[in-house]
Every structure is written in C-alpha cells, then in structure tokens.
C-alpha cells in the first residue's frame, strides 16, 4: 500500500480522537449552560484565555483516560514493534496489513523501536496525567498542613519549619532528582521511607479538618472520623507498602494495589521538591490573613487555633492556591519529562513523554517524527495549564 498523504494523516488522526472531541463538547457545553451556579469555575468561561486553556488542558485529561485505560484512541499497542517500520516517516503501511483494515498505517510514523509514535503519544499522556496532578495533591497536603501553623503560630515552629524548606530549595533539583533515583539509594529504601512521612499528611489534614469542624458534636465527628480515617488509611498502607520491600507492614491479602517502584520513586521525588515552595505561599498567605477583621471575631468567638487555620484563612486564600496549583502541575509536568529525558525512575520502555523525546533527539537531524509528537504535545499541555492559571487570576481578582 502506498503511504497516505499529510492530509489523510490529519484527518485520520482527527477521526481517532473523536471521542475526546464528543468529551469536550460536552463538558463545554454543561458547562457554559450552568457557569453561574458553578462558583469560580463557572466564571472562567467568562475568560477566553481560561477557555483556551481549560480547552487545551481537558483535551490531554480526556485524552489520557480514554487512550490509556479504556485504550480507544491508540491504533497499536505502544510497546509491540512491527519488522521493516524502524524511523518510518508518518502515513507508513504497515507490513501485510490490508488496506480495508482500521489500524493499517503508523499515522506518525515508527520510532528507533519501529513502535508506533502515535500511540506512543497517547499513552504517554496518561504517564503525566496519572502522576502529575496527584503528585501536586500530595505536595499540597504537606505545604498547607505545614505552612499554616508556621505562618498563624510564627516564632520558633515557623523558623524550624522555613529552615528545613529554604534547605531543600537550595539543594539543585535535578542533583535532588539523581540522588533519589540512583539504584545505590533506591535500594536502601530511602525513597520508601520518605513516602511513609510524605503520604501521611493527607491523613493529618483530614483529621485535623474533620475534629475542627465537629470537635462540638461528637455523634458526628466520632463516625465521621472513623470512616474516613480508616479508608485512607488502608489506601495510604496500600501505597506504601510492598511485600518484599523495606517497607512491608501489610499482608499481600490486605494490600489493594501495589505501585511500581520506579513511579513511586517519581512521585516521592515530584512531591518531596513541591512542598517546600507550597509551604512557603501558604505560610505567607497564613501571614496576611491572620490580621484580617474575621480572624479576631472567631477569635474573640473562641474558636480553636486549627478551626481558624482551616476554615477562616484557608478559604480566604483559595484564589492563589488554585492558581499556583495549575501553574504547578505545568512544573510537575516538566519536571517528569526532564525525568524521563533523562531515563530516571520511569521504566526504560515507557511511553511517557520524556523518553520518547529523548529516543528521538538521538537521530532529531535525520528524522524529526519520533521527538516532534511528545514535544509539542508536553508544550501544548503546559501552556493549557499557563493560560487556565491565567484565566483563573483574572476570574478570582474580579471574585
């Protein structure tokens, strides 16, 4: 069969994202129908800088759910690799294939690997979907749980607590990176350990919420507690531990999932160089509002200390901790394709974005298709996610 042309490529690659466009439309549509009972993110729509942004950063969510666990958008499995298509230039045939049948061209092309770089794509944006904002969760949960004590309490608990964050924001992030992903480290158990402090504070800051909220109805907090508690507790348990590990404490009957170790290691590192810098915007925003007027009612009112932390400040700073949650889950975004570019923690044979850039860049003056496709495809998520921090700013000023 004879290659397809740029334009039967583009249309056929148009064509196998259809649902992700049914998916847009859809959410655009409820959204924009009901964007005045919808709060903040209602207002965004009011935005076309947001617009544009939300529409390029829902494009790769969907994108990564529908093509990576329900597998609908990739046209070849991301690891098989099919003789005579090694570097092939995009619209190839593949070998045998009849030209009735659906997935019967590599639309971008083969890889060094002679893969598919399409679906290589693909399933690479669930790699940065999967961790990316769950890893900014995480480093959020420790920055707030942290930094609002330090910047309502202040004295001496704040400058132990600025201390150990301005020293690990010293440190060289990508040294950091090489350090905690070294084989040598990995096995001494470092990086498990380091996800048994880290992971906990979800854990602290939900039942610190929960008993500030309800420590005057005790029918309430009591169950409520309880139930959450010991669901992420098992969840936490389950991701930290590992039969055969360093770090074992549940048994293989108890323990839900198990995570891979090369992305725990990720993760570990991604959240481990986040929180410092969140600690210190929630410690500074904690700083401001404690001298706001509400603050001394619920203080004149007796509230406690953690009521006040987590209920008056933390809600009044909402507005710069989503827009700094966007424009951080863009870091962490870069920060796992400087990863993976630089084969650290992922699995040598992952598609996420990383890799595949720098399994292209080794023949980038000879053949531009296996690094072009995850290039512009990290550029266009992290500018989505500039632009819906952007329309954010502009909505939570205006707020």
Not at 151 to 166: M, V
Not at 171 to 190: A, C, D, K, R
Request: glycine share 10%; hydrophobic share 50%.
């Amino acid at each position: 069969m004879e290659p397809l042309s740029w334009g039967a490529i583009i249309t056929r690659i148009f064509l196998q994202f259809g649902p992700v466009w049914i998916a847009l439309i859809a959410t655009f549509a409820l959204s924009i129908a009901y964007k005045r009972k919808l709060g903040l993110y209602g207002k965004l729509f009011d935005s076309t800088i947001g617009m544009i942004g939300f529409a390029l950063v829902m494009f790769w969510v969907f994108t990564a759910i529908i093509g990576g666990p329900l597998d609908m958008i990739v046209t070849h499995d991301a690891l098989t690799q099919i003789s005579g298509l090694k570097n092939k230039t995009p619209g190839i045939a593949v070998p045998g294939a009849e030209e009735k049948e659906l997935y019967s061209y590599y639309l971008l092309g083969g890889d060094n690997l002679a893969r598919d770089v399409f679906s290589r794509m693909v399933k690479g944006s669930w790699v940065v979907v999967a961790i990316a904002p769950l890893a900014t969760v995480f480093a959020f949960m420790v920055g707030i749980t942290l930094g609002l004590p330090a910047g309502y309490f202040g004295g001496k608990l704040d400058t132990l607590l600025s201390f150990f964050a301005n020293l690990i924001l010293a440190f060289p992030v990508i040294l950091l990176f090489y350090l905690l992903v070294t084989p040598e480290i990995v096995e001494t158990g470092i990086p498990s350990y380091m996800a048994a402090v880290l992971f906990i504070f979800p854990l602290i800051f939900a039942a610190v919420l929960l008993n500030s909220r309800y420590h005057t109805q005790p029918r309430i907090r009591t169950p409520m507690m309880i139930g959450v508690l010991v669901v992420l507790g098992w969840l936490y348990l389950s991701t930290i531990s590992e039969v055969g590990s360093k770090i074992a404490v549940l048994p293989a009957y108890l323990d839900g999932f198990d995570v891979p170790g090369g992305i725990l290691v990720v993760f570990v590192s991604v959240v481990f160089v986040n929180s410092p810098t969140v600690f210190r915007i929630v410690r500074s925003l904690a700083m401001d509002i404690k001298t706001r007027d509400y603050v001394a009612a619920a203080q004149t009112r007796g509230e406690g200390a953690w009521y006040i932390m987590l209920w008056e400040i933390l809600p009044n700073a909402r507005g710069p901790l989503i827009v700094d949650f966007c424009l951080r889950i863009g870091y962490t975004t870069i920060l796992l394709g400087t990863l993976g570019f630089f084969g650290l923690g992922l699995p040598p044979e992952s598609p996420d974005w990383g890799s595949t850039i720098n399994e292209g860049r080794k023949l980038l003056s000879i053949y531009l298709h296996p690094a072009l496709p995850p290039a512009l495809a990290l550029l266009s998520l992290v500018l989505g996610l500039n632009l819906l921090a952007d329309g954010l700013r502009e909505e939570s000023l205006r707020d």
